[in-house]
Each structure stands twice: as structure tokens, then as C-alpha cells.
Nanobody, 121 residues
Framework: QVKLVESGGGLVQPGGSLTLSCSAS????????MGWYRQAPGKQRELVAL???????TYSDLVKGRFTISDDSNKKTVRLQMDSPKAEDTAVYYC???????????????WGQGTQVTVSS
């Protein structure tokens, strides 16, 4: 059983800074990639940022230059540094893991429970 747990959400002022963290735990698994998605009320869930096992990063154009995704050396913890957030960044942020788990080690998707980020003065 694999579990992804996010932390670090909350209220942040426009132009401030906030860091989200996500840790994956459970039985033996390997990480292919981990990413952050978000969903605002009335909108579809969208990709924010992704980091692969090799360190390649991908960002939404909406956050490029303001948000930074990073992972630990074990690849099982991923962070999202949110700098200069805007009101339109307000959403529930979800961590997603693209993991290979036993017994077949086929690639599977796992989601965290989500953490609310509200950007407001």
C-alpha cells in the first residue's frame, strides 16, 4: 500500500511565499515521476509542475518563473516552492506520484488527499 501525504497549505498574501511538501511512503516502490496538480472551484484539475526521476522538470505556463518543484535525493519527497503567488493560484493542490509498485511493478498513478492554498490579502 502506497500513501502520498501533502502538507504546507494555507493562507498566503499575494506576492508572498509558500512551500508545499509531499511524501510518498509504503511498501517497496520506485518513483518514475512526481508532480503537483491543482483544482479551483468550478474548474478542471490541471498540471502545475512535474519532476521526473532523472530530474527533468515541467511547468504550467501559468506558474513558470514563479513556482519551483524539487525532490529529495530518495525521490520520494517532492516540494513546490510558490513565490509571488496570485489570487488566481487559489486552489486545492494535489500531489501525484507515477510509481511502480509490487508485485508487477507496472506504472500506476497515486494521489494525495489535497491541501488548500488560498492567496488573499
Amino acid at each position: 500500500q502506497v500513501k502520498l501525504v501533502e502538507s504546507g497549505g494555507g493562507l498566503v498574501q499575494p506576492g508572498g511565499s509558500l512551500t508545499l511538501s509531499c511524501s510518498a511512503s509504503g511498501t517497496e516502490f520506485s518513483v518514475n515521476a512526481m508532480g503537483w496538480y491543482r483544482q479551483a472551484p468550478g474548474k478542471q484539475r490541471e498540471l502545475v509542475a512535474l519532476v521526473t526521476h532523472s530530474g527533468t522538470t515541467t511547468y504550467s505556463d501559468l506558474v513558470k518563473g514563479r513556482f519551483t518543484i524539487s525532490d529529495d535525493s530518495n525521490k520520494k519527497t517532492v516540494r513546490l516552492q510558490m513565490d509571488s503567488p496570485k489570487a488566481e493560484d487559489t486552489a486545492v493542490y494535489y500531489c501525484k506520484g507515477y510509481l511502480r509498485v509490487p508485485p508487477t511493478f507496472t506504472l500506476q498513478d497515486f494521489w494525495g488527499q489535497g491541501t488548500q492554498v488560498t492567496v488573499s490579502s
